[in-house]
């Protein structure tokens, strides 16, 4: 919703100095014919206009893509991407959520990312950044043990407390207080609901409870930690 929202105001604010502003500003100059065309001042500052952006890929995920691929091959490789995401403590995102969010936005197969993935991928992260902030309640910058149960229990996961300290001490900081970045807060959720729908699959009942063969719970584990 957003991006297509800016995109809008953004082409709106270039027509309205393209044309209505442009205008002036060529008259202003004592001219008939303007020194420089509309188009120029539609294009100056119009970010369709900074590279050729592939169909479907967000305008802001692609400038931030030309910054991400620092050696302009085209694609993002693991290590460009640890260096692009930070947390709210500017410490980089950890290598499980990294290779987890590759494995999800790595559509050719390649381990890497190229810029229709990356576009997804940066959605992605837009949506989880503005869910923490959101669930960010006390506004430390990281998610307390309270926190999570709100934001999962809001996001419709019954979880005990006893679960949730679980959690918190697996992917938290070594603490007696643990709390969780931006990363861990991403890779805990996506993980949480990538296994949710694995037993879904099997709860064909929604009574919260599921028959599962041996075999059949080692391929859910394979196939949907991610
Ligand atoms: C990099 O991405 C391009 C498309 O942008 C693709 O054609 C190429 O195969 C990729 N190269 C590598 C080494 O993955
Ligand atoms: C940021 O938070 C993480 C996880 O809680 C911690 O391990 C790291 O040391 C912190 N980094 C900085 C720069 O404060
Ligand atoms: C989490 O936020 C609390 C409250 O601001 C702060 O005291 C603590 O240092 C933060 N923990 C980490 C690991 O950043």
Same mark, same amino acid.
């Given at each position: 919703?957003?991006?297509?929202?800016?995109?809008?105001?953004?082409?709106?604010?270039?027509?309205?100095?393209?044309?209505?502003?442009?205008?002036?500003?060529?008259?202003?100059?004592?001219?008939?014919?303007?020194?420089?065309?509309?188009?120029?001042?539609?294009?100056? =500052?119009?970010?369709?206009?900074? *590279? %050729? #952006?592939?169909? /479907?890929?967000?305008?802001? @995920?692609? &400038?931030?893509?030309?910054?991400?691929?620092?050696?302009?091959?085209?694609?993002?490789?693991?290590?460009?991407?640890?260096?692009?995401?930070?947390?709210?403590?500017?410490?980089?995102?950890?290598?499980?959520?990294?290779?987890?969010?590759?494995?999800?936005?790595?559509?050719?197969?390649?381990?890497?990312?190229?810029?229709?993935?990356?576009?997804?991928?940066?959605?992605?992260?837009?949506?989880?950044?503005?869910?923490?902030?959101? =669930?960010?309640?006390?506004?430390? *910058? %990281? #998610?307390?043990? /309270?926190?999570?149960?709100? @934001?999962? &229990?809001?996001?419709?996961?019954?979880?005990?407390?006893?679960?949730?300290?679980?959690?918190?001490?697996?992917?938290?900081?070594?603490?007696?207080?643990?709390?969780?970045?931006?990363?861990?807060?991403?890779?805990?959720?996506?993980?949480?609901?990538?296994?949710?729908?694995?037993?879904?699959?099997?709860?064909?009942?929604?009574?919260?409870?599921?028959?599962?063969?041996?075999?059949?719970?080692?391929?859910?584990?394979?196939?949907?930690?991610?």
């Amino acid at each position: 919703m957003l991006p297509t929202k800016s995109l809008l105001l953004i082409s709106i604010l270039h027509l309205y100095y393209g044309f209505v502003k442009g205008i002036p500003y060529a008259e202003k100059r004592g001219g008939g014919s303007p020194d420089l065309p509309n188009w120029f001042f539609l294009c100056a =500052f119009s970010v369709p206009c900074t *590279g %050729n #952006i592939p169909t /479907g890929v967000d305008p802001e @995920a692609f &400038s931030w893509f030309q910054s991400v691929d620092a050696d302009r091959s085209g694609n993002i490789t693991f290590k460009e991407l640890k260096q692009a995401l930070v947390n709210t403590n500017w410490s980089t995102f950890n290598d499980e959520t990294c290779v987890m969010m590759i494995n999800m936005f790595d559509k050719t197969g390649t381990g890497k990312i190229d810029v229709f993935g990356f576009s997804a991928l940066w959605r992605f992260v837009q949506q989880w950044k503005t869910m923490f902030h959101q =669930f960010d309640r006390d506004r430390s *910058g %990281n #998610i307390s043990h /309270g926190e999570l149960h709100q @934001a999962l &229990s809001q996001m419709g996961y019954t979880l005990s407390p006893q679960l949730i300290q679980l959690i918190m001490a697996r992917y938290g900081q070594r603490s007696a207080n643990p709390t969780l970045q931006l990363d861990r807060f991403i890779q805990v959720c996506t993980q949480l609901q990538s296994m949710t729908e694995a037993f879904r699959e099997k709860d064909t009942g929604r009574s919260g409870n599921a028959r599962l063969s041996y075999e059949d719970f080692l391929t859910m584990t394979a196939t949907r930690l991610i």
